[in-house]
């Protein structure tokens, strides 16, 4: 196994830190193609061009995206953004890794489905791509949910469903809650809307 993967941490200096963090700055051309944390629940949902998760990848696969390999241009390949993404539990131990990556000598990143080798950005666009991804998923199960609960419901629980929907208009999919709530994100709140047990953290707060 590379030593880049294993548990072992590095003592990063600030000036380090910050040197890592700017290599995985993606260029601002990549922004519009990650929905923003403030746009509201149900305009996430309706956004209809996120890429899909490719399951055949596994964190199993992680020492295949780190290459010594330099890599010659900041740019991606013209299909890039056609391609599906590795898993968020995936890309994010990639970013979780890099810069024990990058201490090691590792020069690009390279996806293992394909040819050519990516730079650093990548991994942090695959993670927050990734996020916004997983939400949809999440809230689209509890709009589901919602929808078919309100098929037989009586007029002050139809009344109720309808308020939450408004309130899916309007609350940021990214964003955290305020209040006596504000140990929550606003996708805790998906999880109210669910036939699943409540988890105790959530009554707790």
Request: charged fraction near 20%; include cysteine.
């Amino acid at each position: 196994m590379n030593s880049f993967i294993q548990d072992s941490a590095i003592d990063l200096s600030l000036d380090l830190q910050q040197h890592y963090a700017h290599l995985l700055v993606f260029p601002q051309c990549y922004d519009s193609f990650i929905p923003a944390p403030h746009l509201p629940i149900s305009a996430l949902l309706d956004f209809t061009n996120l890429p899909p998760f490719d399951h055949s990848l596994m964190v199993a696969d992680l020492h295949r995206f780190f290459t010594s390999e330099h890599c010659v241009t900041n740019d991606v390949p013209a299909d890039f953004l056609d391609r599906s993404l590795p898993p968020l539990s995936l890309s994010t131990q990639l970013l979780n890794t890099f810069s024990q990556a990058y201490h090691d000598g590792v020069k690009s990143v390279k996806d293992p489905r394909f040819l050519g080798n990516l730079p650093f950005w990548v991994v942090q666009y695959w993670h927050d791509l990734g996020c916004a991804i997983a939400v949809k998923e999440r809230w689209s199960l509890a709009r589901d949910w919602l929808s078919g609960q309100r098929e037989n419901a009586d007029t002050d629980l139809a009344a109720a469903i309808d308020e939450v929907f408004s309130s899916l208009r309007v609350l940021g999919w990214g964003t955290t809650l305020r209040g006596p709530a504000a140990a929550l994100q606003v996708l805790d709140l998906a999880e109210f809307l669910s036939s699943t047990p409540m988890k105790g953290r959530f009554i707790d707060a």
